[in-house]
C-alpha cells in the first residue's frame, strides 16, 4: 500500500467519529494540505472550518466528504470562502437504506464551483484573451441571430431584476463565443438539474448560480478544456469520495442521462404510426423536451 493510500485509508476511517475541527487539526490531514497549497495551507483550512461553523447542516455531515470537497478544492487552488464566490462545500442529505431496506438520510457534503471558479481555471489554461459573466436587464438585449450570436447594449440602465445572463469568451487564436439564457430558462434548468433548488444555492443566490450554470455551459460546449477544467466540470455538484483518482458520486440530476431518457423517448415516438399509439405514451412524458417530441409527432399523424 502506497503512503498516499495509507494516509486517504487512515483520514476516512478517522472522519467517521471525528468532528470537523479535531478532523482537520489532525497532523496527517494537515499534511495533505501542505504538500498541495504549502504556506496558504493554514489559511485554506481555517477558512473551511469558518464555512463548515456558519451552517449546521454542514456540521452534522460526513466529515470524510466535507474533508474529499475540501481536497477537490484545494488540487484546483481555489478559496472555500462564501463571498468570493469561487467554490463552495455544500450540505445534502443523501438517501440509502438501512440494514433493514429501509429509506435513510445522512448528512453529506457536495463540491460546487462558483462561476469565479471557472473563470479563473479558464484564465490559467493561457488560451483565453477575455472570459467573463453578466446580468442582462430588460431593454440591454438588441438582436439574438441564430448564426452570428447575441447583440447587447450595455447603454441601457440596468432597471428590475435581470431578464437574462450571458457569458461571453475570446480566445488568443480569435474564436470567441457568446452564450444567453432568459431567468425563465435558468430557472427551468436550476429545477431539473439541482435537487436542492428549492433550499439549495439556487435558492439563496440565484444570480451567482445563474452567472455559474452559464459559464460552465459556455465553456463545456464551446471552449478548449484543459486537464485542470475537465476535472473542475467533472467534480462540480458531486460527493467527493476521493479527490486524488477523481472518485465522484452525483446526487444531482444528470444531465447526461436525462438526454438518453429523451433520446430513449424519441425513438419510441418515432416507432408511432398512428395517433392511438402515440397517445399510449403521453402518461410517460417527464419534461418539455419530450413534451416537445410528442407534439411535433401528433402533428404529423394528424
Not at 481555489?78 to 440494514?99: H, M, R, S, T, V
Not at 430558462?185 to 444555492?201: D, M
Not at 404510426?273 to 402533428?299: F, G, H, M, P
Amino acid at each position: 500500500m502506497s503512503k498516499t493510500t495509507e494516509v486517504a485509508t487512515t483520514t476516512q476511517q478517522a472522519a467517521v467519529v471525528a468532528k470537523p475541527k479535531d478532523f482537520f487539526g489532525r497532523d496527517d490531514v494537515k499534511a495533505k494540505f501542505t504538500d498541495l497549497m504549502g504556506k496558504k495551507s493554514q489559511g485554506f483550512i481555517a477558512s473551511v472550518l469558518q464555512c463548515v461553523a456558519q451552517n449546521q447542516l454542514l456540521a452534522k455531515a460526513d466529515v470524510n466528504t466535507i474533508y474529499q470537497a475540501a481536497m477537490m478544492a484545494a488540487t484546483l487552488d481555489l478559496p472555500i470562502n462564501n463571498n468570493l464566490g469561487f467554490a463552495y462545500i455544500i450540505p445534502y442529505n443523501e438517501k440509502y437504506k438501512d440494514k433493514d431496506g429501509r429509506d435513510a438520510y445522512k448528512g453529506v457534503a457536495q463540491f460546487q464551483l462558483g462561476y469565479k471558479g471557472f473563470i479563473q481555471l479558464a484564465q490559467r489554461s493561457g488560451q483565453f484573451k477575455t472570459i467573463s459573466a453578466t446580468p442582462i436587464y430588460n431593454g440591454q438585449l438588441k438582436a439574438n441571430n441564430p448564426l452570428t450570436g447575441f447583440e447587447f447594449d450595455f447603454s441601457v440602465v440596468p432597471d428590475g431584476e435581470p431578464v437574462g445572463y450571458a457569458a461571453f469568451f475570446s480566445l488568443l487564436n480569435g474564436f470567441e463565443k457568446t452564450l444567453f439564457m432568459t431567468r425563465s430558462e435558468l430557472s427551468n434548468h436550476g429545477q431539473r438539474y439541482s435537487k436542492t433548488f428549492k433550499f439549495g444555492v439556487w435558492n439563496n443566490n440565484f444570480d451567482a448560480m445563474a452567472l455559474k450554470t452559464v459559464t460552465k455551459l459556455l465553456l463545456s460546449k464551446y471552449a478548449p478544456l484543459s486537464i485542470e477544467m475537465q476535472k473542475a466540470v467533472n467534480s462540480d455538484q458531486g460527493i467527493i469520495h476521493n479527490a486524488e483518482s477523481g472518485d465522484v458520486t452525483y446526487i444531482d440530476n444528470s444531465e447526461e442521462e436525462i438526454n438518453k431518457e429523451n433520446e430513449r423517448f424519441g425513438l419510441m415516438v418515432d416507432d408511432c404510426k398512428t395517433v392511438d399509439e402515440l397517445r399510449k405514451l403521453e402518461a410517460s412524458i417527464s419534461n418539455d423536451v419530450q413534451a416537445d417530441l410528442y407534439n411535433q409527432q401528433l402533428n404529423a399523424l394528424s
